[in-house]
């Protein structure tokens, strides 16, 4: 089975530095996907990003970009500039292709700080 | 444009009490559905699955049963509530290999 791991339970940074969070996986498929998914205090899930196996570009929006490593199974999520908005937990997220579930991780929660 | 509805969005049900969580998709045909349970500060874990009507696959084993009577319906049943079935559900779509799209959620208490 494929499993998510997020090994930074909590995060905080000061508004405008840069932040990385980290998501490693475990599968033995070569075609998939990637998702970070962002939480607010709202409970609204909303996605941030997708990012392709079998593309080797780094997937970008905005100001959220990932570093997709696909040997090393790891799938870390950028923020530049951070704002005040940010401030969220954070869901890595795996599928499989050809299969419908999504797998998450247990969640970073990040706190920007003024 | 796609939109899911889900409600409601707060409910306190007593022990032994039935459940009953609604999700519905406007704007599209025969997506997949997805209900999932989150406990307080930790991850997602999925419940049940379905890929058309009144096809349901559940993950795991419990309290708490799903159907889907109509295309763009996917509904969350219990017959009798229990503590442990606490929790923040989520109810999800999409279509084939595109991100999960989340409805709004329903905070259950049961006391």
């Known amino acids: 089975a494929q499993t998510v791991t997020q090994s930074q339970p909590e995060m905080s940074v000061q508004e405008a530095e840069t932040v990385t969070l980290s998501c490693t996986y475990d599968t033995s498929e070569s075609n998939y996907y990637l998702f970070w998914y962002k939480q607010p205090p709202s409970r609204q899930m909303i996605l941030v990003i997708r990012q392709e196996a079998y593309k080797q570009q780094n997937a970008t929006e905005n100001r959220f970009s990932v570093n997709f490593q696909k040997a090393a199974k790891s799938f870390s999520l950028k923020i530049s500039d951070s704002q005040l908005g940010d401030t969220a937990m954070y869901f890595c997220a795996f599928m499989n292709r050809g299969a419908q579930k999504l797998v998450f991780g247990q969640g970073t929660r990040l706190t920007i700080n003024p | 444009s796609q939109t899911i509805h889900q409600w409601p969005a707060t409910l306190v049900q007593p022990v032994g009490s039935p459940l009953s969580l609604e999700c519905t998709v406007e704007?599209?045909?025969?997506?997949?559905l997805y209900w999932y349970r989150q406990a307080a500060g930790r991850g997602l874990q999925l419940l049940f699955y379905s890929v058309g009507i009144g096809q349901i696959s559940s993950e795991v084993p419990q309290n708490l049963s799903a159907s889907r009577p109509q295309d763009r319906q996917f509904i969350l049943s219990s017959k009798k509530l229990l503590l442990s079935d606490s929790g923040f559900y989520l109810c999800?779509?999409?279509?084939?290999?595109?991100?999960?799209?989340f409805g709004s959620g329903t905070r259950l208490t049961v006391v």
């Open positions: 999800a779509w999409n279509e084939g290999a595109q991100a999960y799209t």
């Open positions: 704007g599209t045909s025969n997506p997949n």
